[in-house]
């Protein structure tokens, strides 16, 4: 879970967020950033096959007393599958999108990691070094059309759009462009987007910006991932009942990608995805964190639940 600026109590998020989801997973590592924060729950019968976590980070705005703007990433291996988590927050503003994809350049070469695991040739690109990666946070990319087009569009369009149509406005996302073009993210891809903008709302409400500002609604709130193929796993293929023939299945797949429109607390929205993805076995190289996992975290987070329980009130309900 990676937030953009977030509230200075990293604790009582963890906690809330532990609450929430119960015993059934802990927080087997986190690190943050200023405001920048990431998070990695687990389920409790994984952190044994997990080696032991790593995290990096940078800010874009160097010099600054408040770090806003950059990236925080945290990695390990799941059995015999190396994984890297990526939070960022990059440039703002409409015209600056060679400012967003210089951050992107300038993290994917800052993040040292792996530190402990023994590569045979370390990238320099840090997303090369890992069999997944998946980069989420406030990329502040945005739409190039007008905004009065923009809302009417949403007034007029019935969500979650039909995920196998084009969507009406991607041509113009300069993300989207981004990505095409290979001027940053090169090898990352994103699901198809089926949910309106993300940006910008007026706190606590469903409405689109009317502050001075008048910011254009954009999906700044993005999830990418990549993956390699990874040997000693075979391809996996299926065949379709009406012709036979057998396609090849990807490593990882991202099987919803969503925003949750009911909170309202930002002027975001936030988004989520659920992948799944094929782990290789473990080796006898990768050295195991042995059941790693922040107890503090947990033991408070099962207390509030358990009273929560006696007093009515909902753990759901909390996370907002």
Known sequence: MGTQESSPDRFEWEVTIQETLGPSHVLFYSTNLGTLHLAIYMRRDLIWYCS?????????RTGTAFRTKGAVAISFCLFGTSMLFVTSHLTAHQQKVKERVSDVKRIIHALDLPKNLNLRHKNKDVTQNFDNVFWCGDLNFRLSEPREKLLEWIQNTKFPLPSHLPHGYMHTDQLSSVLSDGAAFRGFMEANITFPPTYKYDPGTQHFDTSSKQRAPAYTDRILYKYRQLQGLGIRRTSTATSGATTAQPYVKCLLYDSV????????????????????????????????????????????????????????????
Not at 52 to 60: G, R, T
């Open 261 to 320: 429109p009911s909170i309202t607390t930002s002027d975001h929205k936030p988004v989520w995805a659920l992948f799944k993805t094929q782990i290789r076995a473990g080796t006898d190289a990768i050295p195991l964190a042995a059941g790693l996992f922040n107890r503090d975290i947990y033991l408070e987070g099962m207390k509030r639940r358990l009273n929560n329980q006696y007093t009515g009130s909902s753990a759901v309900c909390a996370i907002q």
């Open 52 to 60: 032991a976590p790593e995290d990096a980070s940078l800010s874009v």
